[in-house]
């Protein structure tokens, strides 16, 4: 048995047969489909295979992103892709894979690592934990909208520069290329549906579904609230059946309409993180609370415990899993009541941290 190890090219057939067998027996398509950036030739060195001789064992993929948001720029390690041959379960092969991840996305420079998954205990015992926040929202009844010159299709020829001019609005994104962004729009079991302004413009746009992964659910959007407002109407009344859009928490204005109609709202997690460059995230924090005029954040690490707050309010986080939770939320400062009220209201000028990957990025 050898690796954790990258595969080498020529082996790229053999890992995704591997992949598309024990994860994609039932689907027409490779998975290479379905997570275009992720199984590509230049992310080899992001693969990790164990392998007996000829073959493949156990798998885990990384895929780094650049995460873009108001108050800091992450670098974020998406892992997926997480399986063992069913002989060979229950000897540490996964667990020694993803450790190998965590490695190589250190010595990336990453921030954290992200991933999804219902495992959740097989994952905390790797220093993962449920945090960050996803709103979503199940769209239960049609809903009018005032009457707009916008026009809706369900076609998916579109162009992908479209696409991307709106989803370089969005305040937290990923950093994508239009090429990337085209690769997406052809990914298997996607409905893309869009409105178009009367000079032809894109004025919003929703992806629903996305391999075998998040049917009826909308994971990626764009637009103006009111513009997207209307294309979700025009989808309710489309479908004939109830959908989900997935939001992050930080679209206040969305959120808002939304709640307004008949709708069933659910508050989750964004994800499973572990935070894997602590020094380097610490110092991002700490700069972007300087630019807001907090020069006193305190958060370090001390032997196994950290040491978090402002000025002289300070307390000590004994797990860095109730960190995670602290510094991307679903905790509530002011709820935990630890803090001076003062403290607090310094605390929400960026906390929790604003952060979110689109359905596209998660692997
Ligand atoms: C989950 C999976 C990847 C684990 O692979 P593995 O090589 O057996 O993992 P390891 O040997 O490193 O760890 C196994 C440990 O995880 C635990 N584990 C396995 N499945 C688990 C689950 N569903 N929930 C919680 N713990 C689990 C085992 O009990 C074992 O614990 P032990 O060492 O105390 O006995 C493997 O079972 C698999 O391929 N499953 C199908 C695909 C899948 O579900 N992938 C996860 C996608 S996020």
Not at 100 to 112: G, V
Not at 147 to 170: C, E, G
Not at 216 to 242: C, D, M, Q, V
Not at 275 to 282: A, D, K
């Amino acid at each position: 048995m050898e690796g954790p190890r990258s595969p080498r090219e020529t082996e790229l057939p053999q890992v995704l047969d591997f992949l598309n067998k024990k994860l994609r027996s039932e689907a027409p398509w490779s998975i290479a489909a379905e997570y275009p950036t992720a199984f590509t030739p230049n992310n080899l060195h992001n693969m990790r295979i164990i392998a007996d001789e000829e073959r493949v064992l156990s798998h885990a993929v990384l895929k780094p992103l650049i995460i873009k948001s108001p108050h800091v720029i992450y670098k974020v390690a998406a892992i997926g892709s997480v399986v063992t041959d069913d002989q060979h379960r229950g000897q540490g092969l996964s667990t020694t894979v993803i450790k190998d991840c965590l490695r190589s996305a250190q010595e990336q420079s990453c921030d954290i690592a992200i991933l999804w998954t219902d495992l959740f205990d097989f994952y905390r015992r790797m220093g993962f934990e449920l945090a960050g926040s996803e709103i979503s929202f199940v769209i239960e009844d049609n809903f009018n909208m005032p009457v707009s010159n916008l026009s809706f299709s369900t076609d998916s020829k579109i162009a992908p520069d479209a696409i991307y001019r709106l989803y370089s609005q969005h305040s937290v994104n990923s950093v994508r290329s239009i090429e990337e962004t085209r690769k997406f729009l052809s990914i298997p079991q996607t409905q893309i549906y869009t409105a178009w302004e009367p000079n032809g413009q894109l004025a919003a746009y929703a992806i629903e579904g996305k391999g075998i992964d998040l049917g009826g659910y909308i994971h990626e959007w764009g637009g103006s609230t009111s513009k997207l407002l209307s294309l979700l109407s025009f989808i309710r009344a489309k479908k004939g059946t109830p959908f989900t859009i997935i939001c992050p928490k930080h679209s206040q204005n969305l959120i808002r309409e939304l709640e307004t109609r008949h709708v069933t709202k659910n508050s989750g997690f964004l994800g499973m993180i572990k935070i894997v460059n602590f020094e380097q995230l610490s110092a991002k924090i700490k700069r972007a609370f300087r630019a807001e005029g907090v020069a006193d954040f305190v958060l370090e690490k001390q032997g196994d415990h950290f040491v978090f707050g402002i000025g002289q309010d300070l307390y000590t986080i004994t797990h860095e899993t109730d960190m995670v939770r602290l510094l991307f939320g679903p905790i509530d400062y002011r709820a935990i009541g630890i803090f001076k009220e003062e403290t607090v209201a310094k605390f929400e000028k960026i906390m929790p941290l604003n952060l979110w990957v689109w359905g596209w990025d998660s692997i």
